[in-house]
């Protein structure tokens, strides 16, 4: 369970005995009660339902989300691994903008992309939920901070992207 305390401004995660702190969001934070994951405002009432298998802290309105996985917990108590599931992601409202049907998901906090895959296929959108490009790469490539771009291929095409999402030579 998650509570928040206001004098200092910090949420109290207990996940499997443990408990950590971190500063609340201006999103609302994750919590968890009976497994399920979803996410409280500063007053500690739900804004987004429980619901999920796992939840990760907002980032720019967005946060990253999971059903079916299951959760490792370390011998601390602390969460350790998400295992397996389908990964998806959901505005500050609880709305899907990437539906939860991806086998992994890579939010690039230093670009506009969030990369998926699916059946070892790469995909791309930006953080608005539009697509880049299907999930139909074999590969991708980490961000090339000289030229400012990744690369997505397969054994036929590739094609590079800078961090605003558009196709460059």
Not at 40 to 55: C, K, Q, R, S
């Amino acid at each position: 369970a998650s509570k928040f305390d206001r004098k200092t401004k910090m949420a109290r995660v207990c996940i499997g005995g443990a408990e950590s702190k971190q500063e609340f969001s201006s999103y609302g934070d994750p919590y968890i009660e009976g497994g399920k994951w979803g996410y409280i405002d500063i007053d500690g009432n739900p804004i987004i339902p429980l619901g999920y298998d796992y939840v990760g802290n907002f980032e720019e309105g967005i946060a990253l989300v999971n059903v079916g996985g299951i959760n490792t917990v370390s011998d601390y108590g602390y969460l350790k691994h998400n295992n397996g599931g389908k990964w998806g992601c959901i505005n500050i409202s609880g709305e899907e903008i990437i539906p939860i049907e991806y086998d992994e998901i890579h939010l690039i906090r230093a670009s506009n992309l969030i990369f998926v895959n699916v059946r070892d296929k790469w995909g791309v959108f930006n953080k608005d939920g539009r697509e880049i490009t299907p999930a139909i790469w074999d590969y991708t490539t980490s961000f090339d901070a000289e030229t400012e771009t990744y690369w997505l291929g397969n054994e036929n095409k590739s094609i590079k992207i800078n961090k605003k999402g558009e196709r460059v030579e």
